[in-house]
Structures are given as structure tokens and as C-alpha cells.
């Protein structure tokens, strides 16, 4: 036998989940892929009922596998038995910002705020559910969802960042605002692409309501002030044409899942360039992307499901392709101007909450 022959030779294992025969591992125990990807794909997501309501399904791919509670059931079972599930646990724990319990009730509060304003107000219930419904944008709904934003990206920044605690408020209201302006664009294509994937002329405007070119009409109704609505409408049609599809054609071609949109959130938060702070914010800022970076590369490492699914076999390349997305959404200096033309419209007062947030 050659050398090149020994060196391509690979060793056979039976997956403990399912007994396929599989020449790689997965999870830290002996899994094949599939079911590394099903329990990855499957984990935090809402349980899975038994088909046959016994807990005791067939997990064997000979015999064909229907069940996904009990295939679920299985792997975390021989997880915990092993002690990989614990080392699976530590390494997103330290991920930063990579706490679905800190996600989830920023977009509950958001959620559930916005709709309660509403004047025909959902049932508490369908509110609760999380699964809508979504209105078409008014500019007094965008500036109710901005305040919200607002208040829950505090909250968001307070979790996750332990020196944001040791900031006077100034500073944090700051911090909170320059990232508001950085990641409301970003975070609205992240969700359309999720919500309306098939049309690329729509993404959100705030939490629950859209935006597209047949919102625009509407979008003035109600103001206080009246102004020139018939220009701002003919204007805001106009950057609604030419804005929001390459927007959401450079979310779905870099495709970021729920890792690394965390990931370019935080370094979104430390993005400090232009703004005047103490040099000890600036220094943590550095520190704080560097150390997300590196968590972020030690992600795609550990997650065989991102490098597959992704297809990254450079993750230098990888993490270059997330930067250029979230360039393309830095127009800081794009969102002031539109206030200021709303203001010069008389559309707006000075007293607006989001015009009044570049004072």
C-alpha cells in the first residue's frame, strides 16, 4: 500500500443517533452529519410532537426516521450521557451576544409595544403569539417604533455589554442612538428577507409594519403638521424605488444567519467612528470587536453546520463579505438628511422624537 493510498484512507464509524455509517463526527460524539444538522437545525425551536405519542420511536435509518421528537429526544440524550452537550453549551455561551433569551424580548417588547399603540389593538393573545399582524408604515408609526427601538436597544447594550452599566446616561444614550442609525436599515432587511422573501421592493419599517412603494400614499396621513405632504410623498417614493431592493438583494446574496447578524450587531454598537467620546469608551469599542471577531471565527470552527450550509471554506473571506453588508447599510448622515428635508417640508416639527435625536 502507497503512502498516498494510507493517507486517504479513513475510518468508518456507526452514528450513535441513527446507525448510518458515516467518516466523519459531529456534536463531539460519534454523529453523522444529517443528524448534526437536524439537532442544530432543531434545538431552541419549539418541541416536537411524538407520531406515535410514546416517546419511543424508531431511530434508525434502515428503517426510515418519521419521528422528530424522538430522533431529537435521542441525540440529546446521548449528548448529556457523553458530556458533549456541555461542551457544546460553553462555547455559545461565550459567543457574545449569542443570548436568544436577550433577542427574544427586545423583539417581544418591540412587538408588543407597537401593537398595543395601535388604535384597533390586537387581542392580548394573538399579541402574545408573535405571528402578527404587520400594516403598512405611517411616518407616525415609524416614529412610535423608533422610540421603542430605542428603549429596547438600551436594555440590549445593558445585557451584553458589562462596561455600557458604567456609563453615565449621556453616554449611553450616545452609544444607543449612533447604533440606532447604524442597525434600524439592517435589522428591517435581516427580518424581510425572513418574512417576505420572494419580494425585494419590501422591508420593514419598524417592528410590525412594512414598507414599500404602495405604503407611500398612506404614508403621510394624520400628521400634525401638514405641510408639503404631496412633495415628501413624491420624494420618499422615489429613494422607496431606488433603495430598497439593492438593500435587500445584498441581505440575501451574504445571507448571515442568526450568529453572525448577532455578531455584526455588536460590532454595529462599537462602531464608534465619527462620534466624540472618552478614549476609554473608544479603547473598549476596539476591544469589543476584536474579542467578537475572534468568538465569531471560533464559531465557525466549532459549527460544521455554518461551514456546509454557508459554504465557507475561508473565513477570512466570510467575515470580509459581512463588513461590505454592513457598510451598505452605514447612511447615518442619509437618515438625518431626510428629517431635515421633512422639517424644511413642514412635515415635521422640531419637536419630532427621531428628528430630534440628531440635535
Known amino acids: 500500500m502507497t503512502a498516498a493510498t494510507k493517507t486517504a484512507k479513513k475510518t468508518t464509524v456507526t452514528c450513535l443517533i441513527c446507525e448510518a455509517k458515516t467518516i466523519s463526527v459531529h456534536l463531539g460524539v460519534n454523529a453523522c452529519r444529517a443528524c448534526s444538522v437536524f ?162 421592493n419590501k422591508t420593514f419599517g419598524t417592528f410590525t409594519t412594512w414598507i414599500s412603494e404602495d405604503a407611500v400614499d398612506g404614508f403621510f396621513d394624520n400628521m400634525p403638521n401638514a405641510g408639503d405632504s404631496h412633495e415628501a410623498k413624491r420624494v420618499m417614493l422615489a429613494k422607496v424605488h431606488t433603495r430598497i431592493a439593492p438593500a435587500r438583494a445584498a441581505m440575501k446574496r451574504v445571507a448571515p444567519d442568526e450568529h453572525e447578524f448577532l455578531a455584526m450587531a455588536g460590532i454595529m454598537f462599537w462602531t464608534l467612528e465619527g462620534l466624540i467620546a472618552r478614549d476609554e469608551i473608544i479603547t473598549n469599542g476596539e476591544e469589543y470587536r476584536k474579542e467578537i471577531l475572534r468568538k465569531l471565527n471560533a464559531y465557525y470552527r466549532f459549527s460544521c453546520l455554518s461551514r456546509d450550509e454557508l459554504g465557507i471554506s475561508d473565513y477570512v473571506a466570510r467575515v470580509g463579505e459581512l463588513f461590505t453588508l454592513m457598510m451598505h447599510f452605514e447612511k447615518v448622515q442619509d437618515i438625518q438628511d431626510q428629517y431635515e428635508m421633512l422639517r424644511l417640508l413642514d412635515v415635521v416639527g422640531e419637536d419630532n422624537f427621531t428628528y430630534s435625536l440628531q440635535r
Open 39 to 200: 439537532y442544530r437545525r432543531s434545538f431552541g425551536k419549539k418541541p416536537y410532537a411524538c407520531r406515535s405519542n410514546t416517546l419511543q420511536c424508531p431511530v434508525k435509518k434502515d428503517y426510515g426516521i418519521t419521528c422528530k421528537r424522538c430522533r431529537f429526544d435521542r441525540i440529546e440524550r446521548i449528548l448529556a450521557e457523553s458530556g458533549a452537550k456541555q461542551a457544546d453549551s460553553d462555547i455559545s455561551e461565550r459567543l457574545p451576544l449569542h443570548d436568544p433569551s436577550t433577542s427574544s424580548a427586545m423583539s417581544f417588547t418591540r412587538h408588543t409595544s407597537e401593537l398595543s399603540a395601535r388604535a384597533n389593538t390586537p387581542h392580548p393573545m394573538e399579541i402574545r403569539a408573535m405571528l402578527g399582524p404587520m400594516y403598512p408604515a405611517t411616518f407616525t408609526s415609524m416614529n412610535h417604533g423608533n422610540r421603542v427601538l430605542l428603549t429596547t436597544i438600551l436594555e440590549f447594550a445593558s445585557a451584553s455589554f458589562v462596561e455600557f452599566n458604567t456609563l453615565s446616561n449621556d453616554e449611553q444614550w450616545k452609544l444607543a442612538v449612533n447604533f440606532f442609525y447604524h442597525f434600524r436599515a439592517f435589522d428591517s432587511c435581516y427580518r424581510a428577507e425572513r418574512a417576505f422573501p420572494n419580494d425585494l
